[in-house]
């Protein structure tokens, strides 16, 4: 199972902290969105990571930084897959709204694809689940994907397992960690969070 964390969009204090500590804890997929920041903030937030974690960091913004720094790879969206340069040489990932685009990024070979919002958003106010969950668990029962599908949008420790229920291949954190770390909860919390519903996906999948 997928279990990746999406950054905070804005720039805040003692996140690369935090993401050091994930790593640490055996995070694989960090996911570097900062809409609207520019390169000095984001080549500031690479050089306060471990060296040896950097190959766990995607990209979604400043793709041209991919090759300055050994991070993972880069993520693409409906804007910019045009550009992409196909097949790939580094880890790629795409964020889809719907079952439809899913279908349509099949052909590019995806490492995985967010599908999004799944729940309503913990960090977005007013951005509410757009799926319905029988609907989501018919899809991924009848359509045979080669992309992994990872649910993105609200998931936090009460629904994680409806997710993995649904049938996606990993799941996405962003305002699970965020929102309790901007109000002040301790990083050793926050990475214990991190681990029970890291748990609570793959305790199905263990023998």
Same mark, same amino acid.
């Given at each position: 199972?997928?279990?990746?964390?999406?950054?905070?969009?804005?720039? *805040?204090?003692?996140?690369?902290?935090?993401?050091?500590?994930?790593?640490?804890?055996?995070?694989?997929?960090?996911?570097?969105?900062?809409?609207?920041?520019?390169?000095?903030?984001? *080549?500031? @937030?690479?050089?306060?990571?471990?060296?040896?974690?950097?190959?766990?960091?995607?990209?979604?913004?400043?793709?041209? *930084?991919?090759? =300055?720094?050994?991070?993972?790879?880069?993520?693409?969206?409906?804007?910019?897959?045009?550009?992409?340069?196909?097949?790939?040489?580094?880890?790629?990932?795409?964020?889809?709204?719907?079952?439809?685009?899913?279908?349509? *990024?099949?052909?590019?070979?995806?490492?995985?694809?967010?599908?999004?919002?799944?729940?309503?958003?913990?960090?977005? +106010?007013?951005?509410?689940?757009?799926?319905?969950?029988?609907?989501? @668990?018919?899809?991924?029962?009848? +359509?045979?994907?080669?992309?992994? +599908?990872?649910?993105?949008?609200?998931?936090?420790?009460?629904?994680?397992?409806?997710?993995?229920?649904?049938?996606?291949?990993?799941?996405?954190?962003?305002?699970?960690?965020?929102?309790?770390?901007?109000?002040?909860?301790?990083?050793?919390?926050?990475?214990?969070?991190?681990?029970?519903?890291?748990?609570?996906?793959? =305790?199905?999948? +263990?023998?």
């Amino acid at each position: 199972m997928i279990t990746a964390v999406i950054s905070s969009t804005e720039m *805040i204090e003692k996140e690369a902290v935090l993401a050091n500590t994930l790593f640490e804890a055996g995070l694989k997929y960090f996911h570097l969105r900062k809409p609207g920041t520019g390169i000095n903030h984001i *080549i500031n @937030f690479l050089n306060q990571i471990n060296p040896g974690y950097l190959n766990r960091i995607i990209l979604h913004n400043n793709h041209d *930084i991919l090759g =300055k720094y050994n991070v993972k790879g880069l993520h693409f969206n409906q804007y910019n897959i045009v550009s992409a340069n196909r097949p790939f040489s580094f880890h790629a990932s795409y964020s889809a709204h719907s079952c439809e685009e899913i279908l349509e *990024i099949e052909k590019y070979h995806f490492d995985y694809a967010f599908l999004s919002p799944v729940f309503d958003s913990i960090s977005k +106010v007013g951005y509410n689940k757009q799926f319905d969950n029988e609907f989501l @668990f018919e899809f991924f029962r009848t +359509v045979a994907l080669k992309t992994p +599908v990872v649910a993105l949008g609200g998931v936090d420790e009460e629904n994680v397992e409806t997710a993995v229920k649904i049938g996606f291949k990993g799941i996405a954190f962003l305002g699970a960690i965020w929102v309790p770390f901007k109000a002040g909860v301790s990083e050793t919390r926050i990475v214990d969070k991190y681990l029970r519903m890291e748990e609570l996906c793959n =305790k199905d999948l +263990v023998l």
